[in-house]
């Protein structure tokens, strides 16, 4: 009977050792897990394909626009009726029954297709192409200075909790020693060889010292709980925390303070959108130029009754738009100052 006891207590032993070998999280296990799984690092990325497919819609006006269109009708109107017949080659003027005043229901079915492209525009697409292309470069910016905090916090999470379980070994290692130096005293006070008094203030110290614990074993939890947040899911259990070693056997090489500076992605991020700002300036003053485009279609008529008859429609167009609403020369002057101070 002794020997089942020994070994279900043995059992009971391995088994508590091996769940505390299994919280065994390293520091990268956490930063990876993170950054897989954090909402904010997800998010920033869906920003990017976003800023991608502007990229593709900027470059997309360089294409013309094709259009395909199908159409039925049916009037008694009679320019519309006119024009109908005129474009099916059934008009017959010359037939006495022809009364333009007061045309019989007449129908039509017209297929179409059509193209337009932009043949000049002073540059405004190839800014807008670039603003696009920026504007990604940038939000990849923010996106790894999303990464970087993420990567802080969890580093700052992680070691907090080291810190924190320290601290209640700590503590409970102290009410140990208060305990047994309670009992020593206990003794000492029944051998007559010290007082009463010595035993009450051990047993304050006792009291404030269990009370400490609890305040650290709170404030474990706590950080525990902070740093399964930042990471995104419970990936530290509620326990004591055993640090497994890092995998990144060599530091990366420290840069100098100023490469510290230039390559913090927020500021990289902040010139980039300056830029953007300034190409937008540049933008609305070629919204002063004329714009040169080339259209045309090809349509199909028929009455339903007779075979299709084709035509087409072949042009250019050139735009200018010289006088519209214009903002103040005081106003235009500022923000140019502004571009220019944020640039510097």
């Known amino acids: 009977m002794r020997a089942f006891f020994r070994f279900a207590i043995a059992t009971a032993l391995a088994g508590f050792v091996l769940s505390e070998s299994s919280w065994a999280v390293s520091l990268d296990d956490c930063i990876e897990t993170a950054l897989r ?29 094709l259009t395909l269109s199908g ?47 932009c043949l000049l525009d002073g540059g405004r697409r190839g800014l ?15 996106e790894e200075a999303i990464r970087n905090e993420l990567i802080y916090q969890v580093t700052r999470g992680y070691y907090g909790v080291l810190q924190a379980q320290a601290f209640v070994k700590v ?36 009291a404030q010292a269990r009370e400490d614990l609890i305040r650290a074993r709170n404030g474990d939890q ?73 259209f045309g279609s090809l349509d199909w008529d028929s009455d339903v009754s007779a075979d299709f008859e084709r035509s087409y429609f072949a042009g250019a167009m050139a735009e200018w738009e010289f006088f519209h609403r214009l903002p103040s020369r005081r106003m235009g002057r500022l923000r140019e100052g502004q571009l220019r101070s944020g640039q510097s």
């Open 128 to 142: 807008s192409r670039d603003m696009a292309g920026l504007g990604t470069d940038a939000l990849k910016a923010q």
């Open 171 to 206: 503590q409970e290692e102290t009410v140990t020693s208060l305990e047994e130096n309670l009992r020593v005293a206990g003794e000492r006070v029944k051998a007559g060889a010290t007082v009463q008094t010595d035993v009450l203030n051990l047993e304050v110290k006792l």
């Open 71 to 117: 159409t039925y009708a049916r009037t008694d109107n009679p320019p519309q009726a006119f024009m109908m017949e005129l474009n099916q080659r059934i008009l017959n003027m010359r037939d006495p029954a022809f009364d333009p005043n007061h045309p019989d229901d007449t129908e039509n079915l017209r297929a179409g297709m059509g193209a337009k492209m």
């Open 37 to 65: 799984e954090n909402p904010d690092v997800h998010a920033a990325a869906r920003r990017v394909e976003s800023a991608r497919a502007a990229i593709r819609e900027a470059e997309s006006a360089y294409y013309p626009q």
């Open 222 to 294: 706590l950080m525990i709980a902070a740093l399964n947040t930042a990471i995104g899911q419970n990936l530290v259990p509620q326990g004591p925390l055993a640090e497994k070693e890092r995998t990144h056997l060599d530091p990366p090489p420290q840069p100098q303070d100023e490469e510290l500076v230039e390559n913090r992605p927020e500021l990289k991020a902040a010139r980039m959108n300056t830029q953007i700002k300034a190409n937008a300036w540049k933008k609305s003053k070629l919204e002063y130029f004329p714009t040169v485009s080339a």
